[in-house]
Structure formats: C-alpha cells, structure tokens
C-alpha cells in the first residue's frame, strides 16, 4: 500500500522526477545522426530510487 501521506516537498520531488523521465526527442535524434539516442539519466520506476 502507497503512502498517503506524502510531505508537500516529497509531492514535488516526486512530480519534478517524473517530469524529468522522458525520452530523447526524436529531432535530437535527426539532428546528430542518431549518436544521442539514449538518454543518461533515464530512470526506472522499478530499477533505480530517487536520491535526494
């Protein structure tokens, strides 16, 4: 069972991590000739825990 009493400050940490969470954009992709296509600081909701 999740936490229903998350701090204000945890909600935001939580929000600005899944904000965070994307893939690289396909332009960025096109535009290097796909030598970036992996994003470095991707993050697993079940492999990897948020640090503060």
């Known amino acids: 069972m999740a936490n229903r009493r998350k701090s204000l400050a945890r909600k935001t940490r939580l929000l600005r991590a899944v904000g965070q969470n994307r893939?690289?954009?396909?332009?960025?992709?096109q535009r290097t000739n796909r030598t970036v296509v992996r994003?470095?600081?991707?993050r697993s909701w079940r492999r990897g825990h948020l640090h503060r």
């Open 23 to 29: 893939r690289v954009p396909a332009w960025v992709m």
């Open 39 to 42: 994003h470095p600081k991707r």
